[in-house]
């Protein structure tokens, strides 16, 4: 149950929490220093740790179709942080900028003994689930798929690249929020009345993006962890 301080601030389960953040550049705010994390532990009184990236894939190893360079791996990031330690929560967020930078998809494994294909976007996502799942079993883990209106309905993210993402966090037991189930298509292929009033650049959420549309979704599924 919850209620108010003195001084305004909601009195929340989540208050007095650590919230980790490793994703891509919506995650990390491309638009609005700290995303969606910063809003939420603002308002309900948690401390944050935000190490997502701008660009960043679940596949390692990926070139940028557009920049050049090698894209960083969400994978490696969580696997290799020590922040991880201190966190409560953990949310995941990626796979956008694999479907945009056409990274191979793989296949999910049949159990949970089997090795990993680590070069594909299932393979890195399975392994970074089974690390958090075998050394931060104590932490409440969940991911967080982005707005709509990203891509045109027929592209890959649509047929491939979130269904293999959803298949992996079903057999994981890695729980989510959807924002594009609860949120009008606010991306460069959705309203572009929205997309003008919510996003910095047609694809990033703005302030008003994330208050509007992604911070009470993601603390209330962070309350039923």
């Not at 705010?29 to 997502?52: F, L, P, R």
């Not at 969580?78 to 930078?101: M, P, Q």
């Amino acid at each position: 149950m919850e209620g108010y301080s003195i001084s305004g601030q909601i009195i929340s389960p989540l208050a007095g929490k650590a919230l980790y953040i490793a994703g891509d550049s919506i995650a990390y705010g491309a638009s609005c220093a700290g995303g969606y994390g910063k809003c939420i532990a603002d308002k309900y009184g948690m401390t944050v740790t935000n190490e997502a990236v701008n660009g960043a894939t679940l596949a390692p190893n990926i070139t940028d179709n557009v920049y050049g360079g090698i894209r960083t791996c969400i994978s490696t990031v969580v696997t290799s942080s020590t922040a991880l330690a201190k966190a409560d929560y953990i949310l995941l967020e990626g796979g956008v900028n694999d479907a945009w930078n056409n990274a191979p998809v793989g296949t999910l494994t049949d159990g949970f003994a089997a090795a990993y294909d680590e070069t594909t976007m299932t393979g890195a996502l399975e392994k970074m689930l089974e690390y958090l799942a075998k050394n931060h079993s104590d932490k409440r883990v969940a991911y967080v798929f982005p707005h709509g209106g990203l891509f045109g309905s027929s592209e890959s993210w649509y047929k491939t690249y979130k269904p293999a993402i959803l298949a992996a966090l079903k057999k994981w037991g890695v729980p989510y929020v959807d924002i594009a189930e609860s949120t009008p298509p606010m991306g460069g292929h959705g309203i572009s009345g929205l997309s003008g009033k919510y996003t910095g650049d047609g694809t990033h959420p703005n302030k008003a993006g994330y208050e509007r549309f992604y911070m009470e979704p993601i603390a209330a599924l962070l309350k039923r962890l």
